[in-house]
């Protein structure tokens, strides 16, 4: 469980955010219902209520910004080069309003608890892993063998 001291003594990883928020944008970008039961059924209801929380205080700042939500809006159709881009606006908006900053810092660590262990790996030759890997071989979809 995530303490409020904890919560206020970590900063928040924006690339960490970035990657969190990316499969889920298509449904936070899509008003109503059916965009809830989509995220419930991704990350679950406790989690999707968590994120959407998260979502409605990032979301209009987002949508403020239009270099920032032209790359929401990109990532979310998949064009994942756009990650980097996105995650770079969202460092220049929060860097810009330290309570902001805090406020979706704590959302962030909400939905990550709510969730459980996420795990993303996006990207070519990608790898993910929950825990922890010892005395294993990886191979990613390339063929490049990792350990062993």
């Known amino acids: 469980m995530i303490t409020e001291a904890h919560r206020r003594s970590v900063e928040m990883d924006i690339a960490v955010l970035t990657s969190f928020l990316a499969p889920l ?6 008003p109503g219902q059916q965009a809830l039961e989509t995220l419930s ?15 409605a205080r990032l979301g ?10 032209e790359a929401a809006v990109k990532v979310a159709a998949g064009e994942e080069r756009w990650t980097g881009t996105l995650a770079l606006h969202l460092e220049e908006l ?3 309003d330290p309570a902001l900053k805090a406020e ?10 709510a969730a459980g262990t996420t ?10 892993v ?4 010892t ?9 490049t063998v990792t350990g062993g």
């Open 25 to 30: 944008l298509p449904a936070l970008l899509r």
């Open 41 to 55: 059924g991704q990350i679950g209801a406790a989690a999707a209520e968590k994120v959407r929380a998260l979502w």
């Open 60 to 69: 209009p700042k987002v949508a403020e910004r239009p270099g920032a939500e």
């Open 94 to 96: 929060l860097d810009a």
């Open 104 to 113: 979706v810092a704590a959302l962030f660590a909400d939905a990550v608890a």
């Open 119 to 128: 795990v993303i790996a996006q990207g070519d030759r990608s790898v993910a």
């Open 130 to 133: 929950g825990k922890s890997v």
């Open 135 to 143: 005395n294993s071989t990886i191979i990613t979809g390339d063929g």
